[in-house]
Structure formats: C-alpha cells, structure tokens
C-alpha cells in the first residue's frame, strides 16, 4: 500500500462531494478521484453489452473481459476502459442513471472495482500528487476505512434535488438513495468515526474552508494555492 494521505468523501447524489472533491484537490494538489464515475463506466459498458443486472453469471463474464486503466487529467484520475475514457454524456444517459445504482449493487461489480480504486492511492503518489481525495459512497466505510480524514457530507433531499436540477441531471434521488443504503454490499452509510457534514445551508466556500482547515490539522498538508 502507497504511504501517501488519504482523504476519503462519502454521501448521497448532490450532498456536495464532486464540488468539494475538486475544490481540496486543487487547493492542497490531491488528485482526485470521483468513484461514482467508475461505477458509471462500468455500468455503461455493461449496457452496451446487453448485459442485465439480475443476470450475476453475464455479468461476471462481462467483467472478465473489461480491462481497467486511468488517464489523469488536470487534478483528477479518470476511469478507462479498454484503454478509453468514457465520454460524460455517455456515463451520465438516462440509460446509465436508471442502470448504476442496480448495477452497484451487485457484489461481483464492487469486487471488480475494488482492488482498482485502492490502486488509485499509488498512482497518486507516483504522479506526483501530495495526496489522493476519493469520493464516493463506500470509501470510508470499505475501500479506505482507515483513510486519516473521512467525511460524510448530506443535505435534505429538497436542496440537492435543487442542485440536480440545476446541472440538468433528471435521476431520482430518492430511489438512489433508497438502493444504495439497502444493499447488502457496501451500503451507503456514514462510516463510524467520520466526520459528518450537513451542507444543506452551507455555501460550497463554507464546506471547502471547514473541510480544508481540518484537513491541514489531521494531515498537516499545505495548501498548494490559496
């Protein structure tokens, strides 16, 4: 396992974790990782193949045949897939929206993932980063449960319908949140010892400088720029 810090950023659809992910990279040079698009990737390539996601035998003979890799771009680690990144309007089609949190679900899809995601800690360090920021909703509780920092970030479901909305995403948060926290595997949980944040009245300035400020105490990492 690579020695360098971890931060872990776990929570429902629209609790604020990409903005914030991407914010604290920038801000303390992490790189970051946004596990939701892997899932995405995996799930649209899945869907292309036909591939349902009641049917655990396809699915693992699917996932034999899908070979995983990573571009960095900018601050972040993006998902590839037979040495491709998946297009955004791809991963994030109606199609993938209503197929991710059932595909998620499955035991074999997270298995297939998992040594992958931990992987992303050395590619971190090896890139040349200070640190590596995952987000997602497992990361504290099952991909890096003893990350030094792990944040639960939430919000009441009418704002981060709003911020849906407002990014043009039509996915039902509700139902999303429904499957995720009652999946047998990995479920959405705020991990025990994580700090829980409600962003709900906070304005993303406010959750990076709270987050950030805990940050530099726990890890003592610089910020990078102001």
Do not use: W
């Amino acid at each position: 396992m690579s020695k360098t810090p971890v931060i872990a950023v776990d929570g429902g659809a629209a609790s604020g974790k990409s903005s914030t992910s991407r914010r604290l990279a920038a801000r303390f040079n992490l790189m970051h990782v946004d596990t939701g698009s892997h899932y995405r990737a995996v799930t649209f390539a899945l869907v292309q193949a036909g591939v349902s996601p009641h049917d655990t035998a396809t699915i693992e003979s699917a996932l034999a045949h899908l070979k995983l890799g990573e571009e960095i771009d900018g601050q972040s680690a993006r998902i590839s897939i037979g040495g491709k990144v998946p297009r955004e309007e791809d991963i994030r089609s109606d199609a993938v929206n209503a197929a991710v949190s059932p595909f998620a679900a499955v035991p074999a899809v997270r298995r297939f993932l998992f040594d992958y995601q931990r992987s992303q800690a050395a590619v971190a360090e090896r890139s040349g980063f200070s640190g590596l920021i995952m987000e997602g909703r497992d990361i504290g509780s099952v991909i890096f449960p003893d990350a030094p920092l792990r944040f639960f970030l939430e919000a009441d479901e009418a704002t981060r319908a709003a911020r849906r909305a407002k990014e043009g995403q039509t996915d039902s948060i509700a139902e999303r949140d429904r499957i995720d926290s009652s999946r047998k595997t990995a479920p959405l949980v705020c991990p025990e010892g994580a700090r829980r944040v409600d962003t709900s009245h906070l304005t993303l300035d406010q959750v990076v400088d709270l987050l950030a400020g805990e940050i530099e105490q726990a890890t003592g990492l610089a910020p990078a720029q102001a």
